[in-house]
């Protein structure tokens, strides 16, 4: 699969010939180009120090986080006021979380001591894999050491990013960690660590482990969506925090154009085909069961594409999820199946498409409601930083129309529209049209070529 997107291969070769044609067709089929600028006004010598700015400003240059972004302009200089305090912050899929962090994180070491100073907590390998990058290139004149925690023991740092789960026999018995130093735990993805309550078991220990730390350490959450339960959650383990929340509708990805397609599994199939023969992308396929991420990736490797599948819960080793997360990263094959665990955090800025295999739901009580947490981080894999994208979902025509009931259930929550289209083919000729407008990045990540 081709490297960059300025070079997407022989359908787009044929498709510039004929510019305005596809504006044209553009036009017909009423897209709107919304780019949203996430940038924040100020510079980065507004919101930190120069001396701190000289110090990650080649990491700041490698990331192309020329300003920051609205988040970080605003969660930074909060974090590091003095005193410290505790905060929630919510801000949308693909707006910069993760700098919002990791800027502070840096900070907060004394790169004098060698104890661990900061834990970052998240809820998968593969987001842990990620933050640990972006806090590697931003520190890279610092000498600060940074390590993830999974299940092997992990060598002394001072920011130590990990899994909830990893604390579970850190903290007690031969094997643990000393952790009095610790000054800042921040929790990325919190709705989801805070939902499980394995987790909050877990953090309770923890949280009770750090109160005899001089100074007390300070929580500092991040997360896109948000509800009651998860609140009263943070609230029983993190008993103090401000929180900065946004209406659900603020959530909306402006750049993620969402169709839906009612079908079943033998037109699903044909559209994989069809969908496959025609493009080579980067494409993200969701499921919600691992029985049926396995068929995907059966009929795909029958049709002969080359696409991955990576689940969680203990189905696969680490390394084999190392080597599939990495290699979707370089594009060295077109599609990844997934089931929720990749759903959150994972930022792969070329995926230009999201597919749902099925409308993500979640058990109540034995009932299943739509899952509305993971249908806005699924799709908000795609259109990241503003960028556009696209996202299908299959609904299956069921006689009691059950499926189609979440679908709208999912659209009247989060104040969206998700478009019908009637046919494979209707949606290929907007995904044909559309191509040249998805994650349209020039070298510096900086703009639209277009
Ligand atoms: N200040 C910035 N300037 C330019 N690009 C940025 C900036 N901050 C982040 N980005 C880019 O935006 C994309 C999304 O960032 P990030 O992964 O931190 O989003 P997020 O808010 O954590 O999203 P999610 O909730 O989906 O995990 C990344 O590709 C990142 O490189």
């Known amino acids: 699969m081709e490297a960059s997107k300025s070079n997407q291969g022989s359908a787009l070769e044929e498709e510039s010939k004929e510019p305005n044609q596809l504006i044209k067709g553009m036009r017909s089929l009423q897209f709107k180009k919304i780019v949203q600028d996430l940038h924040s006004k100020r510079s980065w010598k507004e919101i930190i120090s120069n001396d701190e700015e000289k110090k990650i400003k080649?990491?700041?240059?490698?990331?192309?986080?020329?300003?920051?972004?609205?988040?970080?302009?605003?969660?930074?200089?909060?974090?590091?006021?003095?005193?410290?305090?505790?905060?929630?912050?919510?801000?949308?899929?693909?707006?910069?979380?993760?700098?919002?962090?990791?800027?502070?994180?840096?900070?907060?070491?004394?790169?004098?001591?060698?104890?661990?100073?900061?834990?970052?907590?998240a809820n998968s390998r593969e987001l842990i894999r990620q933050i640990k990058q972006v806090l590697d290139v931003l520190s890279k004149n610092t000498g600060i050491k940074i390590e993830i925690g999974e299940d092997a023991e992990i060598k002394q740092c001072q920011i130590?990013?990990?899994?909830?789960?990893?604390?579970?026999?850190?903290?007690?018995?031969?094997?643990?960690?000393?952790?009095?130093?610790?000054?800042?735990?921040?929790?990325?993805?919190?709705?989801?660590?805070?939902?499980?309550?394995?987790?909050?078991?877990?953090?309770?220990?923890?949280?009770?482990?750090?109160?005899?730390?001089?100074?007390?350490?300070?929580?500092?959450?991040?997360?896109?969506?948000?509800?009651?339960?998860?609140?009263?959650?943070?609230?029983?383990?993190?008993?103090?925090?401000?929180?900065?929340?946004?209406?659900?509708?603020?959530?909306?990805?402006?750049?993620?154009?969402?169709?839906?397609?009612?079908?079943?599994?033998?037109?699903?199939?044909?559209?994989?085909?069809?969908?496959?023969?025609?493009?080579?992308?980067?494409?993200?396929?969701?499921?919600?069961?691992k029985k049926t991420a396995i068929f995907i990736q059966d009929a795909l490797k029958e049709l002969g594409n080359s696409t991955e599948m990576l689940i969680g819960g203990g189905t696969m080793s680490f390394q084999e999820r190392d080597r599939i997360i990495d290699g979707f990263r370089k594009q060295s094959f077109h599609a990844l199946i997934s089931t929720n665990v990749l759903a959150r955090g994972i930022d792969v800025p070329e995926v230009d498409i999201v597919i749902n295999f099925d409308i993500p739901v979640t058990s109540n009580e034995g009932y299943y409601e739509p899952d509305y947490a993971n249908y806005q981080h699924r799709i908000g894999r795609t259109g990241r930083f503003g960028t556009d994208g696209l996202a299908l979902t299959f609904v299956e025509n069921d006689n009691d129309g059950v499926n189609m009931g979440h679908l709208k259930s999912i659209e009247t929550h989060y104040g969206t529209e998700i478009k019908e289209v009637k046919s494979i083919e209707e949606f290929l000729e907007i995904y044909r049209a559309m191509r040249p407008y998805l994650f349209v990045y020039n070298d510096s990540k900086q703009g639209f070529d277009i």
């Open 160 to 289: 130590l990013v990990t899994t909830p789960n990893y604390f579970a026999n850190k903290l007690t018995g031969r094997t643990s960690i000393k952790l009095r130093a610790i000054k800042l735990v921040v929790f990325d993805e919190a709705d989801e660590i805070f939902k499980h309550q394995s987790n909050l078991e877990i953090l309770e220990v923890l949280v009770n482990y750090l109160k005899s730390n001089t100074p007390f350490p300070q929580y500092v959450l991040f997360l896109a969506t948000l509800d009651d339960e998860v609140i009263e959650n943070i609230k029983s383990i993190v008993t103090e925090f401000n929180s900065f929340k946004l209406k659900k509708e603020a959530l909306v990805l402006k750049g993620v154009c969402q169709y839906y397609l009612v079908a079943d599994i033998k037109k699903r199939r044909e559209f994989l085909q069809k969908y496959f023969d025609m493009f080579k992308q980067c494409a993200m396929i969701f499921t919600n069961q």
């Open 58 to 121: 080649d990491g700041l240059h490698t990331l192309s986080y020329t300003k920051p972004s609205i988040i970080q302009a605003a969660a930074i200089p909060k974090i590091r006021a003095s005193p410290n305090e505790n905060f929630l912050f919510q801000s949308g899929n693909g707006s910069g979380k993760t700098g919002a962090f990791c800027v502070p994180a840096i900070f907060a070491v004394d790169p004098s001591s060698t104890d661990y100073q900061v834990i970052i907590l």
